[in-house]
């Protein structure tokens, strides 16, 4: 398996503008994460889905944030609008098992939001 | 929120040496976990510990688990250059994988 994949890699946008960010689990796996990155307040959980149903979403900032599961492999996070504070790097990781087993991550979305 | 945290955050060591990083959590847990960042890259993940155990090794990791204090340590033994990266806890309490902020460890050669 090639691991979780995640599209784009790097991601510029100007503020006001739309953002989608896309992962690919691996095969099997039933649990997916969405993670956000920054320097100042770490690896911070937005979502995660369990079956392609999203379980908890209480890490979402706000309701320009979204996300989706269509099926097991495929998961999309869209921001909109975009604005400054937005940028980071962005996660996306997928288990066996939830919580409880080993989190595989994807390489990132670095997003900068000008 | 972050759910566990580590201490300390950032640690420089000469090649060789010993690397201890040690994790504090809030709640209940099934497991706890470690992993590593290379800068620019994603998480990997490094080892599991059940909350039954109290101590676990793969390689040169070594890692304990008091569920008394809610706390966790990692000990890298024989430290490589290579090793330089960021290591975090994972823990699982309320069925979400939680990280902490990190240990940056740095190995000069």
């Known amino acids: 398996d090639a691991g979780v994949i995640q599209s784009p890699r790097h991601e510029v946008t100007e503020m006001g503008q739309e953002v989608t960010l896309r992962c690919k689990p691996i095969?099997?796996?039933?649990?997916l994460f969405w993670y956000r990155q920054t320097m100042m307040r770490g690896l911070e959980l937005l979502i995660y889905?369990?079956?392609?149903?999203?379980?908890?979403d209480s890490g979402m900032p706000e309701d320009r944030f979204s996300a989706k599961m269509p099926n097991a492999s495929f998961s999309t996070l869209k921001i909109q609008p975009s604005e400054p504070r937005d940028s980071a790097v962005y996660f996306c990781?997928?288990?066996?098992?939830?919580?409880?087993?080993?989190?595989?991550f994807g390489q990132g979305t670095r997003l900068t939001v000008v | 929120s972050q759910q566990g945290e580590e201490d300390p955050q950032a640690l420089s060591i000469q090649e060789g040496e010993n690397a201890t990083m040690n994790c504090s959590y809030k709640?209940?847990?099934?497991?706890l976990q470690w992993y590593r960042q290379n800068s620019g890259r994603g998480l990997v993940h490094l080892i599991l510990?059940?909350?039954?155990?109290r101590e676990k090794h793969s390689g040169r990791l070594r890692v304990t688990l008091d569920t008394s204090k809610k706390s966790s340590s990692l000990l890298i033994t024989a430290s490589r250059a290579a090793d330089t990266a960021s290591y975090f806890c994972?823990?699982?309490?309320?069925?979400?994988?939680?990280f902490g902020k990190g240990t940056l460890l740095t190995v000069n050669p």
């Open positions: 990781a997928s288990s066996l098992q939830g919580a409880i087993a080993e989190a595989f």
């Open positions: 510990i059940r909350s039954n155990e």
């Open positions: 709640t209940s847990i099934n497991n």
């Open positions: 994972a823990t699982d309490g309320d069925y979400k994988l939680t």
């Open positions: 889905f369990n079956n392609n149903v999203p379980i908890d």
């Open positions: 095969s099997g796996h039933n649990s």
